[in-house]
Each structure stands twice: as structure tokens, then as C-alpha cells.
């Protein structure tokens, strides 16, 4: 479903040039929730950002379904971002005097959709990450991770086919961030619509329970477990 080759990205020029991709391979699969760690300034992020079409790469290609980009600015992939690739992050980012019906619909209707439209699938998204009975409560009426729930409503309300989630139990506390995985795994491996997650985490308990890990290390990445990514194992990746 996703296919990075060959992934390039340097910042800088000269003796300040700075190499943080060196060359990223990976592929995900339809319905496949997939693990990114590795350690602070690797280049995870900057991973994230070239497919989610918020960045270029100096070189590479992404193919996703049958869209293929990776050298393409943002001005290039507004079609990716707006119909292919959600986003979830560790800040909620929902509108405080909206409810959480709105907070979605409204994302929904700066895409273009119909507003009758967008509050069908707003309501459909947010019953689907079981918050049927919170649809009209505000941000602060909602537990951390109630808002991050409203949050991945928002995502998967646009039925795009990949999510990228950046460190998105950041701020919750432990069960709430392992309820929201496995909200990850229920919606990955769901029957009638299956999507991809690829999620950065740097919590390897919850990376262990993804259904697959990667680690991303000096600008490459390589099928991971627990010991290597808490560097326990003293090999180096390939």
C-alpha cells in the first residue's frame, strides 16, 4: 500500500550539510500498523513529513496506492494530504469552543466536503472510535484521551487509506495511551475498511504491540525488536 525507495534528506550546505536520510526503504501493507522508533534527532519526523507530503526529498520515491511522490513539494501533493494521509499528533490541536461533532465536520468541510455530508461522517467516525455518546461534549468536558479519540475521528473521518501518528500518546497516561493503540489495532484490522497506521512512538511497550516494528538509525531503517531498540543487543543496524 506504501512504498518508500531510496528516501534522501540533507539540511544544510557545505561543512554544515547535515545527512539525516540516508537512503529509507520500507513498505506497509493494506491494514498494517507498523512501529517507527529511533533516537531523538534520527529523522523520524522528517520520515513523516515527506510522506504526508508536507516536505521534499532530495531524492527517492514514495508510492502510495498509485500516487507517486517524495521529490514533489506541498504545493505538488495537495491531493495526498487532503484525500490520502491523515495526520494524528501528541497535541490534540481541537478548537476548544467546538464540540466534538464540529471539531470534525469542520475539518471535513475545509477539504471541500458538503457540510450536510461532513456531519454524517463526523458522526460515523467518532461512533467508530467510541465516542457515540460525547459527540456534542467540548474539548474540556473530555478526558486527554477523549480528545485524542476526537482527534483520530478527525483523521479517519475523510477515509483516507494512511495515518500518520507522531508520538500520539505523548500526553496521556499510560492506560489511555494503551487504550488508544489498541483503537490503532481495531481500526487497522478492520473487515470492512482496513487501514494503514504507521505510528512514531519512543514508548517500546507500545511499539512491541504493533503488528510490526522499524528502527530508524543513522538515515536508514531496519526491522526492529525490543532489545535493538533499546539497544540491548550491541549490533549495529543494517
Known sequence: MLKVSELKKSFGTGGNRLDVLKGVEMEIQNGELVALMGPSGSGKSTLLNIIGGLMA????EIELNEHQYG???PAGVVDIRREHVGWIFQDFHLLNHLSAIDNVAMALEIGGVEAKIAQEKA????KKVGLGDRMTHKPEQMSGGQQQRVAIARAI?????????????GNLDIQSGKDVLQLFKDLCHDKEQPISILLVTHDPELASKADRMLLLND???????????WGLD?????
Open 57 to 60: 526529498a532530495d531524492s527517492g
Open 71 to 73: 521529490r514533489k513539494g
Open 123 to 126: 458522526i460515523a467516525a467518532l
Open 157 to 169: 473521518a475523510g477515509d483516507r487509506p494512511l495515518l500518520l501518528a507522531d508520538e500520539p500518546t
Open 219 to 229: 538515515g536508514r531503517t531496519a526491522a526492529s525488536n525490543i532489545r535493538e531498540a
Open 234 to 238: 550491541g549490533g549495529e543496524e543494517e
